[in-house]
């Protein structure tokens, strides 16, 4: 009795070793990082980068950076044709309240389009729209063309977009918001999204 309890022990034991053995094989042959997300959008193939989590997309043969897939902002309520208004331009403004509650969000969500944009050749001035001591211009919804629009990021009570005449006031209520208006903004401009 003794030595058939010591038996059915000895191969639990080597029942571990081997599970032990089989996971270590399974890193070396398979890899240590998780496979990255992929998420196809009309054709355009979204590569999810974990450790800036961001999505990668190669758009138009260059490579654009987003924080939200378009099925996550696709629904963001917007007003008139912004893609008409904001594509095929050398320059964009953004702006907003110096004092807004959310600056810092919108300072990203400004330092993001800028980047993402520059590898289509499209310019991003940003400014604010009062007087400030960061050297920055002011610029406000009456600085607005056809060929350079203002995008004017502020704070409101809902997420959305709308468009006044060259001028397209991005609203949001969140910090997060602010990322998917942008998001948003950028996928009409390389026409992923109308």
Not at 13 to 33: A, C, E, N, R
Not at 56 to 81: C, R, W, Y
Not at 160 to 179: L, P, R, V, Y
Request: proline share 3%.
């Amino acid at each position: 009795m003794k030595e058939k309890k010591e038996r059915k022990n000895w191969w639990l034991i080597l029942f571990i070793v081997f599970i032990m053995i089989g996971t270590s094989f399974s890193f070396i042959f398979f890899g240590f990082s998780p496979s990255n997300e992929v998420v196809k959008y009309n054709g355009i193939k979204f590569v999810k980068n974990p450790s800036q989590n961001i999505w990668i997309a190669k758009i138009n043969g260059k490579e654009a950076a987003f924080s939200f897939l378009p099925d996550e902002v696709k629904n963001i309520k917007s007003t008139g044709n912004l893609a008409a208004r904001l594509q095929n331009k050398l320059e964009i403004d953004a702006t907003y309240d110096l004092n807004s509650t959310y600056n810092q969000s919108i300072a990203l969500a400004h330092h993001q389009m800028g980047l993402t944009l520059a590898n289509y050749n499209i310019f991003v001035r940003k400014g604010f729209t009062t007087n400030n001591s960061f050297s920055l211009p002011i610029i406000t919804c009456n600085d607005s063309t056809l060929n350079v629009p203002v995008i004017y990021f502020m704070h409101g009570n809902s997420t959305k977009i709308d468009a006044e005449n060259s001028c397209i006031i991005a609203e949001a209520k969140s910090n997060a918001d602010f990322i998917m208006v942008k998001d948003r903004l950028v996928y009409g401009i390389l026409g992923v999204l109308q």
